[in-house]
């Protein structure tokens, strides 16, 4: 008779395998964050930081050691991996604030800037500003608002806004105007009604441009649909050989190691 023992004692943890795992994970979420770069273009900021957020990838995946997760934290992840129907903001408001007796509340909405080629953005999109209103939108101040010029108004002229850089540059392109109760504002020519009032937050490279609209359960407020980006199916179509590439060739390491330790030989 011939015999195999094997080794009771091998070492079973596989690390070659659960590096290949994280290796692996690692390359689809770069390939991820590359393609919303490419297809979102200005709007792929709040969309990658939930790429990458520490929690992006879960390992163990559910106590499973062998097992990988790479997701987006990010809250509209899943309208844009799915796209959406057109709806009525209205339908989707849970709670109303009732400071004027009526139910009602208060809405931000993006302006974006204006898409660059290669951006990847859609351009002539219909929150995107125009590059001249975009240049005098980067000078607000915090808690300026943004407003055409209007005739007949009570404000003080404080100053003047120009398109060049360095101390007495460029073209005027606005000015700064404060309202008799205090309320600073940046006056240009070309500001449309939807743009009337906008704020900027943030800075650094990562500024947002906002207005805020009022909306009740009577508006009729109807934001277009999108099909999904479905960028899940992109990165196995583009990196799923790799990966199980990576993956097979860590997997043999591992069961050569195994067989090797354990092997007793024939007797």
Request: proline letters at 6%; hydrophobic letters at 35%; a positive charge.
């Amino acid at each position: 008779m011939i015999t195999i023992d094997l080794d009771r004692t091998v070492d079973l943890s596989m690390p070659q395998t659960r590096q290949a795992l994280l290796d692996a994970a690692e390359l689809m979420r770069a390939a991820w964050i590359k393609m919303a770069r490419e297809q979102l273009g200005s709007e792929s900021g709040a969309y990658i930081q939930g790429l990458q957020d520490a929690s992006a990838i879960e390992y163990p995946l559910d106590g499973d050691e062998l097992a990988i997760g790479v997701t987006n934290s990010a809250p509209h992840a899943g309208p844009i991996e799915r796209g959406f129907a057109p709806f009525n903001l209205a339908d989707r408001i849970k709670e109303w604030k009732y400071t004027t007796g009526k139910p009602h509340t208060r809405v931000p909405f993006r302006h974006g800037a204006p898409a660059s080629p290669g951006s990847g953005s859609r351009p002539g999109r219909r929150d995107e500003m125009s590059p001249k209103i975009h240049a005098v939108a980067k000078q607000l101040r915090r808690g300026e608002m943004l407003q055409p010029p209007e005739v007949g108004h009570q404000r003080r002229i404080t100053g003047w806004v120009k398109d060049g850089r360095g101390r007495g540059a460029g073209n005027v392109i606005g000015r700064r105007e404060v309202g008799p109760r205090g309320g600073r504002y940046l006056v240009a020519h070309g500001v449309s009604g939807n743009q009337r009032n906008m704020m900027k937050f943030g800075g650094g490279g990562q500024s947002q441009y906002l207005t805020f609209r009022t909306i009740t359960p009577e508006s009729n407020w109807i934001i277009p649909g999108r099909p999904g980006k479905h960028f899940t199916e992109q990165v196995e179509q583009l990196v799923g050989d790799d990966v199980r590439r990576i993956l097979a060739e860590a997997f043999a390491k591992d069961a050569q190691r195994i067989v090797d330790q354990a092997y007793g030989g024939a007797g």
